[in-house]
């Protein structure tokens, strides 16, 4: 194959990229934009499990104690932090009835710690709906009310949202984008809520459960020793023939999941890890495929442009090379306009840490190491 062949050929898949993003978005179900509640709502409980979450937490409380919603209760599990993660939440709790922190027991055999932690702050809850958030999350202050309007509206047992991925460093801007094209061009909604379809998606950072459905599947017992335990709820709750809602919530919640290099390739290892499960041996596979479409489109417009600047290149090498970093722009912009991830950022850089992490978690597997994350090792055959 010849350079301007692998140069259009990587164009177009940026542009089915882009068209796939956009056609996506189109078919998530939406949030109303302001519902409108009836006299008795139902009522909320919010969970949120928190280890070592200082830098997150108060933030992430005073999101949640700041909603519109009128019948909402929030409880923060502290999972024995070494921070002070307690003292913060406790200082916030002193000022206002709604917020409760618990201490989550100290961790039996066969669970892990985040499930373990959610489970805890769910005994002796009595509201209609259980709403499970990460201390990484931020909420506009209508969220709430419209998550629980969608849950209404499609009578959904558990209901899920697309968060807004943020991206601040240098490192996230490179990475964080790269991760998001894949997964939201690649996967199709209509599948996720379809209950004829074996597709299910959720995200962990704000799963809202309805009470009857979490008991009717035994809430987290049911993932008690599952890293990536959001995955996992979402395929038993279709598998219980429960309705699911995957939504479009861009505009409701912001999430920002890693805040360093170490962060990023710390978890999105373990996730890689995890899910790759016994195949990882196509994580090699991915990792060159990956390189190539998102390194090419900047590193073939700067190899060709440099080139002819010494010597003359071949019309078809410059409409080629212009083709396909134009393309990767379109799938950034098209990223940007349907899920609010930012458009900037070096790609080239970001496919080539997502090939490292990808290659790093099959040599992890392959050599039977665990993955290490918040003090905590984990190895695949937790997630089995």
């Known amino acids: 194959m010849s350079l301007s062949t692998l140069l259009f050929a990587v164009g177009g898949c940026h542009l089915m990229m882009a068209l796939l993003l956009l056609f996506n978005r189109a078919r998530t179900t939406k949030l109303a934009p302001d519902p409108v509640l009836p006299a008795q709502p139902p009522s909320v409980l919010i969970v949120v499990p928190a280890?070592?979450?200082?830098?997150?937490?108060?933030?992430?409380?005073?999101?949640?104690?700041?909603?519109?919603?009128?019948?909402?209760?929030?409880?923060?599990?502290?999972?024995?932090?070494?921070?002070?993660?307690?003292?913060?939440?406790?200082?916030?709790?002193?000022?206002?009835?709604?917020?409760?922190?618990?201490?989550?027991?100290?961790?039996?055999?066969?669970?892990?710690?985040?499930?373990?932690?959610?489970?805890?702050?769910?005994?002796?809850a009595d509201a209609d709906f259980l709403l499970f958030c990460d201390a990484d999350l931020r909420l506009q202050p209508d969220a709430v009310r419209r998550t629980v309007e969608v849950a209404e509206r499609t009578q959904a047992g558990l209901t899920t949202l697309v968060p807004t991925l943020v991206a601040e460093s240098f490192w996230e801007r490179a990475v964080q984008?790269?991760?998001?094209?894949?997964?939201?061009?690649?996967?199709?909604?209509?599948?996720?809520?379809?209950?004829?379809?074996?597709?299910?998606?959720?995200?962990?950072?704000?799963?809202?459960?309805?009470?009857?459905?979490?008991?009717?599947?035994?809430?987290?017992?049911?993932?008690?020793?599952?890293?990536?335990?959001?995955?996992r709820l979402a395929h038993i709750v279709k598998g219980a023939g429960i309705p699911l809602a995957y939504v479009h919530g861009v505009d409701g919640l912001e999430v920002r999941m890693y805040d360093s290099l170490r962060g990023l390739i710390n978890g999105w290892r373990k996730n890689f890890y995890i899910s790759l499960g016994s195949a990882q041996w196509l994580a090699p596979i991915a990792a060159l495929l990956i390189l190539t479409v998102f390194a090419l489109p900047t590193v073939g417009a700067l190899g060709v442009g440099l080139?002819?600047?010494?010597?003359?290149?071949?019309?078809?090498?410059?409409?080629?090379?212009?083709?396909?970093?134009?393309?990767?722009?379109?799938?950034?912009?098209?990223?940007?306009?349907?899920?609010?991830?930012?458009?900037?950022?070096?790609?080239?850089?970001?496919g080539l840490?997502?090939?490292?992490?990808?290659?790093?978690?099959?040599?992890?597997?392959?050599?039977?190491?665990?993955?290490?994350?918040?003090?905590?090792?984990?190895?695949?055959?937790?997630?089995?």
Request: aromatic content about 8%; some cysteine.
């Open 177 to 231: 984008p790269v991760v998001g094209m894949l997964l939201f061009s690649l996967l199709d909604p209509v599948k996720v809520r379809n209950p004829r379809s074996k597709v299910a998606a959720a995200y962990g950072p704000y799963l809202m459960f309805r009470r009857s459905a979490y008991e009717q599947i035994g809430g987290h017992t049911c993932v008690a020793s599952e890293v990536i335990e959001d995955l």
């Open 51 to 124: 280890r070592n979450e200082e830098p997150n937490i108060e933030a992430c409380v005073r999101s949640l104690l700041a909603q519109d919603y009128p019948r909402l209760t929030v409880r923060v599990v502290d999972d024995h932090s070494t921070d002070r993660t307690a003292a913060l939440v406790q200082a916030l709790a002193d000022r206002d009835p709604r917020l409760q922190l618990c201490h989550a027991p100290t961790l039996p055999p066969g669970w892990l710690g985040k499930p373990h932690a959610l489970h805890a702050g769910t005994q002796g």
């Open 353 to 384: 840490m997502v090939a490292y992490i990808l290659c790093l978690s099959a040599y992890q597997a392959a050599r039977r190491l665990p993955v290490t994350w918040r003090g905590r090792s984990y190895s695949a055959a937790s997630n089995s």
């Open 307 to 350: 080139a002819s600047l010494f010597t003359a290149v071949s019309p078809k090498l410059v409409q080629a090379a212009a083709f396909c970093y134009g393309a990767d722009w379109a799938a950034r912009l098209a990223l940007a306009r349907a899920f609010r991830i930012t458009p900037r950022g070096i790609r080239s850089l970001g």
